[in-house]
């Protein structure tokens, strides 16, 4: 018998061996139960402590190193500490706050969270609102402090080039979309390089995944959390994800009061130009796009590959060019739209 351990891409960490190591590491006042919530770029696990709540974070190996997750952390403290509500990071015994697993795949690394609270109003309008402000606030911030990350930008290499690389394989029998994904995608960046640059305010700080699964309201204020996705970029990216992500609820959100709520709230901190409102339709067929690049590499780390096939293709499809329909028409309203 080969007694050689095999392999191991990914493994799911038991919750009774995360419950001994968290019973080492913090301090607990009541026993703790320790459960799996959700898996996906990272494994979540729910920890109750009596009548207190965190999440336990514990990424994959291999997609971030441990100073990448410890700014992270830096950064959620110090907008805490300025004012923003976020999902805080908790410190162990030691006053660390990120840890290491050593699973069969190689090293994890773990952080704690504390649980944002979820009990929101009924008006959409003032939620938007005031998420719109707090995410102002975050990028002036983010740009008194000067954040050091270390992930990579989100920029147009993350945007377009690589969701070109990752689809590819995926759509040698579809001749025609990926063409179509790769000439609109390529001029849409072309477009938004030459016309908003790498400055401030317009270019730096970005949560990177503002949208309703990583914000919880207590009545209208919101609270942030899964800065995961964080990076610098342009702050109309930042900007674009919550009506994204809402459009595939509604797909007419952009005309409805809440996303209007939510740019005035946005622009009651900082005004934005009209080449950033203009391009804000542009980022949302991008992040669309992104969105396939994410996936891909899901599949490679724990997802399986059976939904990844032609519906979800045919829906990736619609909704770019849902967004990209929409950005030639904002351009053009402009005057800017000779070349899309």
């Not at 109003?121 to 270390?150: C, M, P, W, Y």
Request: glycine residues 6%; hydrophobic residues 40%; proline residues 4%.
């Amino acid at each position: 018998m080969n007694e050689a351990v095999f392999s191991v891409r990914y493994s799911q960490l038991h919750p009774d061996a995360l419950k001994h190591e968290l019973t080492k590491r913090y301090e607990w006042e009541t026993p703790i139960k320790c459960r799996l919530f959700d898996s996906g770029i990272n494994d979540i696990y729910v920890v109750d402590a009596g009548e207190k709540r965190f999440f336990l974070r514990i990424s994959l190996t291999g997609r971030l190193k441990q100073k990448d997750i410890e700014e992270e952390v830096t950064v959620m403290n110090t907008l805490a500490e300025h004012g923003i509500s976020v999902a805080a990071p908790i410190p162990c015994k030691d006053f660390a706050f990120v840890w290491e697993i050593l699973a069969a795949e190689g090293v994890r690394y773990a952080v704690l969270f504390a649980e944002a609270k979820w009990a929101p109003s009924q008006d959409k309008v003032k939620q938007a609102s005031r998420l719109g402000s707090t995410l102002a606030r975050l990028h002036q911030i983010a740009d008194e402090q000067n954040f050091t990350v270390s992930r990579p930008a989100i920029d147009l290499q993350q945007l377009i080039q690589n969701p070109l690389n990752k689809v590819r394989p995926h759509l040698k029998h579809r001749t025609e979309d990926y063409p179509f994904f790769q000439k609109t995608a390529e001029q849409l960046g072309q477009f938004i390089e030459q016309n908003l640059g790498y400055e401030k305010p317009y270019y730096g700080y970005c949560h990177g995944d503002v949208h309703g699964g990583n914000v919880h309201f207590q009545g209208e204020e919101p609270t942030l959390f899964d800065f995961d996705c964080m990076g610098y970029g342009w702050r109309a990216y930042d900007i674009c994800v919550f009506a994204w992500n809402e459009t595939f609820g509604e797909e007419g959100y952009v005309d409805k009061e809440p996303w209007k709520a939510f740019l005035e709230g946005y622009q009651s901190v900082r005004p934005l130009s009209k080449m950033e409102l203009d391009l804000i339709p542009a980022f949302a067929a991008l992040r669309d796009f992104w969105l396939a690049a994410l996936h891909a590499d899901a599949i490679e780390w724990n997802a399986g590959c059976t939904w990844y096939n032609d519906d979800y293709f045919n829906n990736r499809l619609r909704y770019f060019k849902l967004w990209h329909e929409r950005a030639t028409a904002c351009l053009e309203n402009g005057g800017m739209a000779a070349h899309l």
